[in-house]
């Protein structure tokens, strides 16, 4: 079974900041990895994902991820935080297609991101 | 490109009521999947289907619940009788082996 950990409800940061949003996971083969975001009142919109190609993925609004298979870990990144990155971020991992749980998407609890002035 | 629609957006209903959810995927997208979001459990797949057949039900929390894809292009999630505790922020999303989930606005169930 796939899981994932987040490590942090909460990261406050202020504005201009380094962002560091830590995601571990656990799966029996190898994953697919995704980062999403969810502004208040709205859906889940896809930040990038790691697709076994590059272990640094570069996505939307200036983030990136690196996979680290001998950390288990996909942890999302933005040098420099804004006011707008201020969401609930989510990390969530599933099978390669062809897999028996390809598409299902297992997802962490959540981060909550807020930026400060 | 329309994304995945979902209706209603707001559903408000009295405890005991059949609730029904709404979802037409993307065009061409083979797989759909139902979400629940609440602020205890975080993001749940209830179940999800492939080629309008269900695949993993696993996640439909209890008989109450039941989902249909009639046809590749509807699918609907229908809760009954409903409960309190059915409150939450239903997402449909859908998805292709060329192209990854992409999620509807959500459905804010509340029942009274």
């Known amino acids: 079974a796939q899981s994932v950990t987040q490590l942090g409800s909460h990261v406050s940061v202020s504005e201009g900041a380094l962002v560091l949003l830590r995601c571990n996971y656990s799966?029996?083969?190898?994953?697919?990895l995704f980062w999403y975001v969810q502004y208040p009142n709205q859906g889940l919109q896809l930040l990038l994902k790691y697709t076994s190609a590059a272990t640094l993925v570069k996505g939307i609004n200036g983030f990136e991820a690196e996979f680290k298979k001998s950390e288990t870990s996909f942890h999302l990144t933005k040098p420099s935080a804004h006011m707008s990155d201020a969401a609930e971020y989510f990390c969530a991992v599933s099978d390669l297609p062809g897999g028996t749980s390809y598409g299902k998407l297992t997802f962490g609890q959540g981060t909550i991101l807020t930026v400060h002035p | 490109d329309a994304g995945v629609i979902q209706s209603p957006r707001h559903e408000v209903t009295e405890m005991g009521q059949e609730v029904t959810l709404r979802c037409k995927p993307i065009?061409?997208?083979?797989?759909l999947f139902w979400y629940r979001q609440t602020m205890m459990r975080g993001l749940e797949l209830l179940i999800y289907?492939?080629?309008?057949?269900?695949?993993?039900d696993s996640g439909m929390p209890e008989d109450r619940f039941s989902a249909k894809m009639p046809n590749a292009s509807f699918s609907t999630l229908k809760i009954q009788p409903s409960e309190p505790r059915d409150s939450a922020v239903y997402f449909c999303?859908?998805?292709?082996?060329?192209?990854?989930?992409?999620f509807g606005p959500g459905t804010r169930l509340t029942v009274t």
């Open positions: 289907f492939n080629n309008n057949v269900p695949i993993d």
């Open positions: 799966s029996s083969v190898p994953p697919y």
């Open positions: 999303a859908s998805s292709s082996e060329a192209a990854l989930e992409s």
């Open positions: 065009s061409g997208h083979d797989y």
